[in-house]
């Protein structure tokens, strides 16, 4: 199957510092990659669309110089969380499509998830 | 509000008793898909369903769709302790963008 990777995997890091969070494409190449946040207890919510080689598309009320992304190559995208506050902390997830051999529709393969605590 | 609201938002059963859970959402979709996440940890792609598909089945998993009622079912048999999860349905319309619903509970109690 396709696996995606994240790292870190937890952060805590103080409030006004900047957290740089990787999502990697482990065993395929990924031109989209997608970034989610999950407050606990709670839905995803999509935050935005990661295009290799281009701008990333976020989604409404998503501040794109908040979160910084970049996706330099087609199995790394890295979200940045620059000036982090407390209420920055949740639990960030990326995922990445791919079409396996085995299927006949790409899906969207999940990281494992970062968990940011801003204090 | 989400396109995806699932019912019930928690749901506590025995082990070998199975659980059903169902999605609703809004606008016209390319297919629905369902996700397991154990707590705090990822996503696992469970089962998809096209919009032009009406049943689908993965070993104990059944899923329906009813485009006309805009709505799906997750049926998990005989269930065990270890399928205790958060369960997800997402849909996805236009530039494979997920619209995630907010997610069944499920304890299964050995």
């Known amino acids: 199957g396709a696996v995606v990777s994240q790292h870190p995997s937890r952060v805590i890091c103080k409030s006004g510092t900047s957290v740089k969070i990787e999502c990697r494409s482990l065993?395929?190449?990924?031109?989209?990659m997608f970034w989610y946040r999950q407050f606990p207890k709670k839905s995803l919510m999509l935050m935005a669309t990661?295009?290799?080689?281009?701008?990333?598309?976020?989604e409404q009320g998503v501040e794109k110089d908040k979160f910084l992304i970049n996706h330099a190559s087609l199995t790394l995208s890295t979200l940045t969380v620059t000036s982090a506050h407390p209420e920055d902390s949740s639990f960030y997830i990326c995922s990445a499509n791919a079409l396996l051999a085995t299927e006949i529709q790409e899906t969207q393969y999940f990281g494992p998830g970062t968990r940011l605590l801003v204090l | 509000s989400q396109q995806g609201e699932e019912d019930p938002q928690a749901l506590s059963i025995q082990e070998g008793e199975n659980a059903t859970m169902n999605c609703s959402y809004k606008?016209?979709?390319?297919?629905l898909q369902w996700y397991r996440q154990n707590s705090g940890r990822g996503l696992v792609h469970l089962i998809l369903?096209?919009?032009?598909?009406r049943e689908k089945h993965s070993g104990r998993l059944r899923v329906t769709l009813d485009t006309s009622k805009k709505s799906s079912s997750l049926l998990i048999t005989a269930s065990r302790a270890a399928d205790t999860a958060s369960y997800f349905c997402?849909?996805?319309?236009?530039?494979?963008?997920?619209?995630f619903g907010g997610g069944t509970r499920v304890l299964v109690k050995p």
């Open positions: 990661s295009n290799e080689g281009s701008k990333a598309t976020y």
């Open positions: 606008t016209s979709i390319n297919n």
């Open positions: 369903i096209r919009s032009n598909e």
């Open positions: 065993d395929f190449q990924a031109t989209t």
């Open positions: 997402a849909t996805e319309a236009a530039g494979n963008k997920l619209t």
